[in-house]
């Protein structure tokens, strides 16, 4: 500490200026049970003037700043997150102007010293222009693991006494705002003049969800920084440092100064998710623990709106509740309850599951009804309505009743599942009267007990894009294996996007009807019929090529910037189907079925229309739906 005192005080080196570019993107993570998806709603670009004198001066001025709006949104950021950390934070942490965390001691500041931990680890010898910089890695941890704090890695100059890296989040007491889950900063600066290690890149992730409901969504706000063309030993005027700590334009200012779009800028910024893993991975394995998030352990819990009160034709209307409990530091209770009115059915789950750093195991018996599809057609809420109105019901079902072990972790950014058990499938009727017409039957679908062994391992980007495989074995009346796998390509174009979907399944000869591969109607092949084909064998492949489309926005509320971005896209798709299960009302006719359509991803995307025509029969089938991004939440 006295030597970067005695640093700070050479006020040639001491004082500065250099120019900031940043990048800040608020987004919604929505985890679809495969991967997550991240939706950029709204990105703002800054450009601004960064001054700073020791010990702990500094001003910022923007001096650029333009936004584009993706979502209906009314954000608006803290100032502190329109600029840069200038000075390490200082003797005490703050963040959201003190809304987010407030007055966390700075490990390296006099009161850090006492209330961290600090292991040494490894020295490097970093070659730099002017000679060799020796470089040590030091893990800090509060003393106390529930008292306010930072945990992860500093590196620092041990010639300069300076501050080269820090990569670090909170405990779970360092948060002030109950919605916050996490927050994550990297801090890393470049050597100037072979003198100061001053900012150079820089990134903070605030990730928040609902303090008193758990749904798998969150939402994100990430600053990335990159600071440059820095003048040391700048003699600054005596006003420099008056007024606002972060100065210039209070909104937004849409100029000429800026050639390259918003969307290429997103594009060249690291995927938020993986970084975060990295970081709080880290973290765990300091404390010996699991790091818990700033969210309140105890919440209401649900898979999305549907998990409250959905509509089909088994059960009718069937409302349910769930709770997630925290257990101690690492455990976690799970349950869910709801009854069909129409069928007077008990519905429910329950689970007891633990984090082992990379590793979640869990205890789980459940009652459902499932669904025998293994891609979703149609949102939550989307199928409850059509149910209702008119006794649409996208979906055939069987009641399953299971008791499995299970285990899931991420290994080179594939997520693997693991679980194994005993289930027992029932077959159920339709029980529901719509509002005009009649319901279809539910087909028989229940198989009898049996042990089954499931695997699934995929790799998904943030865009949704990716690969998933799963694979079961089943032992019950007879015994049968299953395998299905779905991708999900793109390729850049010059006018816009060549999308290619793939899907893949095959099963043994005694594969239940429950477990049989469906395809035709909404989500599959529109003009087909709605699940006019299934059986033990499936392929189906579909090409888009979706091109970007100015489309007039609705007066939808905070959508400032119209148009919002849409996209139309003309596709082929086509599906074969072999091993006919006599006793199901699918039928597999080893044809191949071509169809040909129109989708169009309207407003953010929020809304999905979609239009097919079978090539074989010259059947029309015209769907509209929440875009399936949001799938997860409805």
């Known amino acids: 500490m006295a030597q970067r005192a005695a640093r700070d005080a050479d006020t040639l080196l001491a004082s500065w200026q250099a120019e900031a570019h940043g990048v800040l993107r608020y987004a919604s993570v929505l985890d ?83 209330a961290y931990q600090f292991a040494v680890g490894d020295t490097v010898t970093l070659a730099a222009l002017h000679g060799a910089v020796r470089v040590v890695a030091i893990d800090v941890r509060p003393v106390h693991a529930d008292s306010m704090g930072t945990v992860g890695t500093l590196y620092l100059d041990l010639d300069r006494a300076a501050l080269v890296r820090f990569r670090f989040t909170f405990t779970p007491a360092s948060y002030r705002d109950r919605s916050v889950e996490d927050i994550t900063v990297t801090l890393e600066n470049a050597l100037q003049q072979n003198a100061r290690w001053l900012p150079w890149r820089q990134s903070i992730v605030i990730r928040r969800g609902i303090a008193w409901l758990d749904l798998p969504v969150h939402s994100v706000i990430r600053a990335d920084w990159t600071i440059a063309d ?37 594009r060249a910024l690291p995927h938020t998710d993986a970084d975060v893993a990295l970081v709080r991975r880290a973290a765990s394995v300091a404390l010996g623990r699991e790091l818990r998030g700033g969210l309140p352990g105890s919440r209401i819990a649900g898979s999305g709106i549907s998990d409250f009160v959905r509509v089909n034709r088994v059960q009718g209307v069937t409302p349910a509740i769930g709770a997630r409990l925290a257990i101690g530091r690492d455990w976690s209770l799970a349950g869910r309850l709801g009854i069909g009115l129409s069928d007077n059915r008990v519905i429910g789950s329950w689970s007891l599951a633990k984090d082992v750093g990379d590793l979640h195991w869990s205890l789980r018996a459940d009652r459902v009804m499932a669904d025998v599809g293994d891609i979703a057609v149609i949102s939550g809420v989307a199928n409850s309505i059509s149910t209702v109105i008119g006794g649409d019901d996208f979906g055939d079902y069987a009641l399953v009743e299971r008791v499995t072990a299970g285990l899931r972790s991420s290994v080179a950014g594939m997520r693997i599942a693991l679980e194994a058990g005993r289930e027992w499938s029932g077959s159920v009727g339709t029980t529901f ?66 999308q ?5 399944g095959a099963g043994t000869g005694s594969l239940p009807g429950s477990r049989d591969f469906v395809s035709g109607g909404r989500g599959t092949l529109p003009g087909v019929p709605f699940r006019a084909l299934g059986g033990r064998r499936m392929a189906r492949m579909e090409v888009a090529w979706a091109l970007p489309a100015s489309i007039p926005t609705p007066p ?41 359509g129109l989708r169009l991803d309207l407003w953010g995307p929020l809304i999905r229309f979609e239009g097919g025509v079978s090539l074989r029969t010259g059947r029309v089938g015209l769907t509209v739906d929440v875009h399936p991004d949001w799938w997860a939440m409805m």
């Open 32 to 114: 679809h049970g495969d991967g997550p998806v991240e939706r950029v709603i709204r990105a703002d670009e800054l450009r601004v003037e960064v001054y700073g004198e020791a010990p702990n001066r500094s001003k910022q001025i923007i001096v650029e700043w333009r936004d584009s709006t993706f979502l209906p949104n009314r954000l608006n950021y803290h100032r502190d997150h329109l600029g840069i950390v200038a000075n390490d934070f200082g003797s005490t942490i703050r963040l959201g102007q003190g809304d987010e965390v407030r007055d966390v001691p700075h490990p390296l500041s006099e009161a850090g010293l006492a």
């Open 230 to 266: 820095y003048q040391l030993g700048v003699l600054h005027p005596p006003t420099r440092f008056t007024g606002a700590y972060i100065d210039g334009p209070r909104v937004p200012q849409h100029g000429a100064g800026w050639d390259t779009s918003m969307t290429r800028s997103l």
């Open 433 to 498: 009267r719509p509002i005009s017409g009649a319901a279809r039957p539910n087909p028989s679908l229940g198989a009898g007990g049996a042990n089954v062994v499931r695997t699934t391992v995929g790799r998904r980007n943030l865009q949704g894009f990716g690969w998933v495989v799963s694979a079961e074995a089943g032992d019950g009346i007879e015994s049968w294996a299953r395998i299905h796998a779905i991708d999900r390509g793109r390729i850049a174009m010059a006018s816009g996007e060549l």
């Open 500 to 504: 290619v979907t793939g899907e893949l």
């Open 556 to 596: 939808v509320p905070y959508a400032r910037y119209a148009p919002l971005p849409s996209t139309v896209a003309p596709f082929l798709g086509a599906a074969i189907v072999g091993g006919d299960d006599p006793s199901a009302p699918w039928r597999a006719n080893g044809a191949i079925e071509p169809v040909a």
